[in-house]
C-alpha cells in the first residue's frame, strides 16, 4: 500500500517535472532567440547606416587611416549605442577603437571575415576582449572592413535570470506536485486504507467491521461486496453460535430435568442400601449394583450440568488471596489423606479461589486414585518463577504420549475399560475451573511411570505484606455487611504466617 | 423425643421416600405438596424444624421461608436443586438456617437435620443466668434475645448463635471452617459461603454501619471475630 503511494507520488511528479523542463527549455530557447534577433536587427540596421551613411558623409574621399583617425568617427560610433569599432584596412594593423580590442580581429571566425571582404553584412557572436559580444562586419567598396562591436552581456544576463527564475518555478512546481500527490494518493488510497482496516478488525474477530460506502466508483463496488461477504460470514457465525447455543442449552436443560429423577433415585438408593443386608441373596447383589449405578448416573448429571454452567458462562471465580500450601494441605487431607503432600519452606500467596480449588484437586486425585493403581500419590506446591505449581504424581501405568493432550477433552478415556463411577469428565472440569482461576492444568508422564498432573497459576503479585490481625471498619475491604454481598469474599492480602 | 419434621416437597416421588427415609431415622415427618398448603401446615402443626423445596408451586420455598420466619425462628433447611451460587445465598437471605443440595443421600440429609436439631436443643438448655456485651449490644443468652439501649433486634436462630460463638470469645479469630462447624455443626468440609452470608446478615441487624462494622471484624485471610 505504501508502495502504490510512493508510486502515484513519483509517477505525479515525474509528470510535473518533464512538463515543467519542456516549458522551461521552450521558453529559454524562444526568450534567448528573440532577444539576440532585436539585438541582431538594431545592430545590422546601425551598421548599414555607419558604413552607408556616416562613412561616406565624414570622409568622401576614400578612407584611410589617417583621414578615419581624425574623422571623429569612432566617437560617433561609440555615442551611438556603445559601439566599439575595429577597421582592418587589410595591412595586418587594424586600427581599434579602444585598446581592450587590440588582437581581437584575430578570434573572430572566417565565415564573418570573409563575407563581410565580399562587401556584404555578416554577423558572429563572440567573446570580445572577455565581454559576449556582437561583431557584424561590412565594407563600402574596396574601402577598409569595419567591424562593430555590440555588447551582448545583457542578453547573456536577462537569459541567466530567466534560467534562475525557471529553475525556482520548476522546483515550486515539483514540490507542489509531491504534496499535491500525496493528497491524492491519500484520498485515492483511503477507501482501501478503510477496507483494510475493516479486514484486519474482521480478522481479530469483529464481525461488525464494514466499509463505509458511497459514491459509483470502483471502491464503491469494493466496498459493496467486502459488506456483503462481512455480512455473510456474520451470519454464518452467529448461525454456528446459535447451533451450539442450543446445543448447549440442550445438555443444560436435559441434566437439570434428569435432576429430579435422580434426587428421587438417590434417595432411594441410599435408602435401599442401608437396608441390604435384608435382602435375599439374590435381590442383593442387584441392588448393590442399582445403588453404584446410581451413584454414576448421579456423578455423570452433575459433572454435566457443572460444565453446562461454564459452557453458559455462568461461573465465576471470587478469587482472595490465598496461601496455597494450606489450602493444598485441607484439600488433600480431606479427600485422600495417604498422599504424601511436599510442601513449599515459605508460603506461597497465589490469588484464588478455594473452592475452585477443591474441584481440580478434588478431580485431580479422584482420577490419580482411579488410574494410579496402588501405588502411592505425591501431591508437591512450589514456586516456578511467577508461577505456583501444583502436581499430582501417581504410579500408575501413566498415558500414551500422543493422548496427553486429549486427557482434558470431555468424556475422553484414555483407559478404556476405566474405572466404574467416574463420568470422563473430572479432568475436563478441572481444567475449567483452572482456566477460571487464569491458570492451566497439564499432564506429563512421570520418569520412572505414573502420571503427574500439573496446576500451574499465577503468584499473587498484590501482597503488600502481613497486615496485622482485624480491619477494624475497613469499608474498602468490599466486606459489607449488608449481606447481599456477603458472598463476595473479602479480599485480603497474605495471612500473616502460615 | 420424636422430632417433628415438616416437608415441603413438590415431586410426589421425592416427597413419598424422603418422608420414609426420616421417618426411618426416628422422626415424625408431615408432607405438603406445595407453598400455599406447606405454609398451612406449619401454622397448624408448629413442627420442630421445616425441611423446604425452593422450586415449588403455588408459593414458592422463599416465599414459604420469608412468611415462616416473620412468625419464628423454627430450623429451616432449604432443599435447592440448582448448584447456582445464587440460589443459596437467596435461601440465607430468605432466612434460612442451611441447605441441602439435590440429589442427596438420606444419611446426608438426616445429619444436617439433626445438627439443626441439635443446635436448637443445645441453645435452649444453655446457662440461664448468662449475658454478653459487645459494645453496645447486650446479648441475652437465656432468653435469646439481643438488645441496643433497650431496643430488641430480632436475629434468626442461625444468626443469634453465630453471634454468640464470636461474642463469647472477643479477639479470638474463628476461621470459617470452625463457624461452619461449631454453629452449623458441619463435621466436614461446608460451604464457607454460608458463613460470609450469614455474617453478612448479623451486620445488617447488629451493626451502626453494615459497610464499616465495628462489632463483628474481618480478619484477612483467615475469617471473623468480634470486637474486643
Redesign the interface.
Known amino acids: 500500500m505504501r508502495g502504490i503511494r510512493t508510486r502515484l507520488a513519483l509517477a505525479l511528479v515525474a509528470l510535473v517535472a518533464v512538463t515543467v523542463l519542456a516549458i522551461g527549455v521552450g521558453t529559454y530557447l524562444f526568450v534567448d532567440a528573440r532577444l539576440r534577433d532585436g539585438l541582431l536587427g538594431e545592430a545590422n540596421r546601425q551598421a548599414q547606416f555607419n558604413l552607408s551613411v556616416l562613412v561616406p558623409e565624414r570622409l568622401p574621399g576614400g578612407v584611410t587611416r589617417e583621414d578615419y583617425a581624425n574623422s571623429g568617427l569612432r566617437e560617433a560610433f561609440r555615442l551611438r549605442g556603445g559601439v566599439e569599432t575595429i577597421v582592418d584596412f587589410a595591412d595586418g594593423d587594424p586600427d581599434v577603437s579602444t585598446a581592450p580590442l587590440t588582437g581581437a580581429l584575430a578570434g573572430f571566425p572566417t565565415s564573418l571575415t570573409s563575407l563581410a571582404a565580399t562587401g556584404r553584412l555578416g554577423f558572429a557572436w563572440v567573446d570580445v576582449a572577455g565581454q559576449p559580444s556582437l561583431v557584424v562586419g561590412g565594407r563600402q567598396g574596396t574601402g577598409p572592413i569595419f567591424y562593430f562591436v555590440f555588447p551582448a552581456g545583457s542578453i547573456d544576463q536577462a537569459i541567466a535570470q530567466l534560467r534562475l527564475g525557471l529553475l525556482a518555478a520548476g522546483l515550486v512546481a515539483v514540490a507542489l506536485a509531491l504534496a499535491t500527490a500525496g493528497i491524492f494518493a491519500r484520498g485515492i488510497l483511503r477507501p482501501v486504507d478503510s477496507g483494510s482496516a475493516a479486514a484486519a478488525r474482521i480478522a481479530a474477530g469483529d464481525l461488525s467491521a464494514r466499509v463505509p460506502a458511497g459514491g459509483a466508483d470502483e471502491f464503491a463496488r469494493f466496498a459493496a461486496e467486502f459488506n456483503r461477504m462481512a455480512d455473510s460470514l456474520a451470519a454464518t457465525v452467529a448461525r454456528l453460535k446459535d447451533s451450539e447455543q442450543q446445543n448447549q442449552q440442550f445438555v443444560a436443560d436435559v441434566a437439570?430435568e434428569l435432576?429430579?429423577?435422580?434426587?428421587?433415585?438417590?434417595?432411594?438408593?441410599?435408602?435401599i442400601e442401608?437396608g441390604l443386608d435384608g435382602l435375599p441373596p439374590a435381590a442383593r447383589r442387584a441392588a448393590e449394583l442399582l445403588v453404584a449405578d446410581v451413584r454414576r448416573l448421579?456423578s455423570l448429571v452433575?459433572d454435566l450440568?457443572?460444565l453446562s454452567?461454564f459452557d453458559a458462562n455462568?461461573e465465576q471465580a471470587m478469587l482472595?488471596?490465598?496461601?496455597l500450601g494450606e489450602a493444598i494441605r485441607?484439600?488433600v487431607r480431606?479427600r485422600l489423606p495417604a498422599a504424601e503432600l511436599h510442601l513449599p519452606q515459605t508460603p506461597i500467596v497465589v490469588d484464588a479461589d478455594?473452592?475452585r480449588l477443591?474441584r481440580i484437586l478434588g478431580n485431580v486425585l479422584d482420577n490419580a486414585r482411579q488410574h494410579g493403581g496402588d501405588g502411592s500419590v505425591d501431591v508437591e506446591v512450589r514456586g516456578s518463577g511467577s508461577d505456583a505449581l501444583v502436581s499430582v504424581a501417581d504410579r500408575g501405568p501413566g498415558v500414551a504420549p500422543d493422548a496427553l493432550g486429549q486427557l482434558f477433552e470431555r468424556f475422553y478415556k484414555a483407559d478404556p475399560s476405566r474405572h466404574a463411577g467416574s463420568s470422563g469428565l473430572g479432568l475436563a472440569i478441572a481444567a475449567e475451573h483452572a482456566a477460571l482461576l487464569g491458570g492451566t492444568l497439564e499432564a506429563t508422564n512421570r520418569t520412572g511411570g505414573g502420571l503427574a498432573v500439573t496446576l500451574r497459576i499465577p503468584i499473587a503479585t498484590s501482597v503488600t505484606g502481613p497486615?496485622p490481625?482485624?480491619?477494624?471498619?475497613?469499608?474498602g475491604?468490599g466486606?459489607?455487611?449488608?449481606?447481599?454481598?456477603?458472598?463476595?469474599?473479602?479480599t485480603?492480602?497474605?495471612?500473616?504466617s502460615a | 423425643m420424636d422430632a417433628r419434621i415438616l416437608l415441603v416437597e413438590d415431586?410426589p416421588?421425592?416427597r413419598e421416600?424422603?418422608a420414609?427415609?426420616l421417618r426411618?431415622a426416628g422422626f415424625v415427618v408431615e408432607t405438603a405438596p406445595d407453598g400455599a398448603a406447606g405454609l398451612e401446615r406449619w401454622r397448624r402443626d408448629r413442627p420442630d424444624l421445616v425441611l423446604l423445596d425452593v422450586m415449588l408451586p403455588r408459593l414458592d420455598g422463599l416465599e414459604v421461608c420469608r412468611e415462616i420466619r416473620r412468625e419464628s425462628t423454627v430450623p429451616i433447611v432449604m432443599l435447592t436443586?440448582?448448584?447456582?451460587?445464587i440460589d443459596v445465598?437467596v435461601g440465607l437471605?430468605a432466612g434460612a438456617d442451611d441447605y441441602v443440595r439435590?440429589?442427596?443421600?438420606?444419611?446426608e440429609?438426616v445429619a444436617r437435620i439433626r445438627a439443626a436439631l441439635r443446635r436448637k436443643r443445645d441453645t435452649a438448655e444453655a446457662d440461664a443466668s448468662a449475658s454478653l456485651q459487645l459494645g453496645s449490644l447486650t446479648i441475652d443468652t437465656a432468653g435469646r434475645t439481643v438488645s441496643r439501649d433497650g431496643d430488641e433486634i430480632a436475629l434468626t436462630r442461625t444468626e443469634f448463635d453465630l453471634l454468640v460463638e464470636l461474642a463469647q470469645r472477643p479477639g479470638q479469630?474463628f476461621t470459617r471452617d470452625q463457624l461452619l462447624d461449631h454453629v452449623w455443626g458441619y463435621d466436614?468440609?461446608g460451604?464457607?459461603?454460608l458463613v460470609?452470608?450469614a455474617?453478612?446478615?448479623?451486620?445488617?441487624k447488629v451493626?451502626r454501619?453494615?459497610?464499616?462494622?465495628?462489632l463483628?471484624?474481618?480478619?484477612?485471610?483467615?475469617g471473623y471475630?468480634a470486637a474486643r
Open positions: 437439570h435432576r429430579t429423577p435422580l434426587t428421587a433415585l438417590v434417595a432411594e438408593a441410599s435408602i442401608a448421579r452433575e450440568m457443572e454452567r455462568a482472595e488471596p490465598t496461601d485441607s484439600i480431606a478455594v473452592r477443591d497486615l490481625g482485624g480491619d477494624g471498619g475497613d469499608t475491604s466486606d459489607a455487611g449488608s449481606g447481599s454481598d456477603a458472598a463476595t469474599a473479602p485480603e492480602p497474605a495471612r500473616p | 415431586d416421588s421425592i421416600i424422603t420414609i427415609g426411618a436443586a440448582r448448584g447456582d451460587t445465598v437471605e439435590k440429589p442427596f443421600e438420606m444419611p440429609l479469630v466436614y468440609l460451604d464457607s459461603r460470609d452470608v455474617i453478612g446478615r448479623v451486620r445488617a451493626e454501619d453494615p459497610a464499616s462494622p465495628e463483628i471484624l474481618t480478619v484477612r485471610g483467615s471475630k
